[in-house]
């Protein structure tokens, strides 16, 4: 059984500054790896997909990397702005299997 | 192209009633996938739909029911609600990948349902 896990829950960082985000999953037969974005009340919105054979995607300040043998994923955030305060939720799609299995999220906080 | 819909947005019912919930999915896409997710967790699957037949179900009641249309729309349906049906509903269309696994999900903005 997949097991996705995101640490740490909350982070507050100012402005400007770069950041990390983590996500670990049990299983490395992922198909592929996606990470969202939610604000609150809010649905999902998809920032990258990494598929298995992949490493990394970048979009403007996002970079997400994939190491499946770690069993590990990072989003990189560059330049931190206000408008990243959201949660941001890591999900994996599993070989021959119907579902995404996701990430309790991590709370992010951009302080002014 | 039109993006993934749900109506309503919030619904408000009481215990022991019944609700159903509507999805209509991005142009193209031929599956239909549900998610329920509590204050602070992340979203957990409910169940897929393809072409119109169940095609996997997660760990949730014989109660939360669905069913897919030709046009690929959706509906989910709950009955006999409880308080921890409370929650948001979420959405998502794709079309499969390879390998008979899931393709791109794309989600819609969730319905917002509180059990009293």
């Known amino acids: 059984k997949q097991e996705v896990t995101q640490i740490p829950a909350a982070l507050s960082v100012p402005e400007g500054e770069n950041l990390v985000l983590n996500c670990s999953f049990t299983?490395?037969?992922?198909?592929?790896l996606q990470w969202f974005r939610q604000d609150p009340g809010k649905g999902l919105t998809s920032l990258l997909l990494i598929q298995s054979s992949q490493r990394e995607q970048t979009s403007g300040r996002l970079n997400a990397s994939l190491d499946k043998s770690s069993g590990r994923s990072t989003l990189y955030i560059a330049a931190s702005q206000p408008g990243d305060s959201a949660t941001y939720l890591c999900a994996v799609a599993n070989f021959g299997n119907e579902k995404l299995t996701f990430g309790t999220g991590t709370r992010l906080t951009i302080i002014p | 192209e039109t993006g993934v819909t749900q109506s309503p947005t919030h619904l408000i019912k009481t215990r022991g009633q019944q609700v159903t919930l509507r999805c209509s999915s991005q142009s193209g896409h031929n599956t239909v996938s549900w998610y329920q997710q509590a204050l602070g967790q992340g979203p957990q699957f409910i169940f897929q739909?393809?072409?119109?037949?169940?095609?996997g179900r997660g760990n949730f009641p014989p109660r939360f029911s669905g069913l897919q249309f030709p046009n690929y729309s959706s509906e989910l349906n709950v009955n006999a609600l409880e308080l921890d049906d409370s929650a948001l509903y979420l959405c998502?269309?794709?079309?499969?990948?390879?390998?008979?696994?899931?393709?791109?999900?794309?989600f819609g903005p969730g319905t917002r349902l509180t059990v009293l």
């Open positions: 739909y393809y072409r119109e037949e169940e095609n």
């Open positions: 998502a269309s794709s079309s499969p990948g390879t390998s008979g696994s899931l393709g791109t999900q794309y």
């Open positions: 299983d490395s037969a992922i198909y592929n």
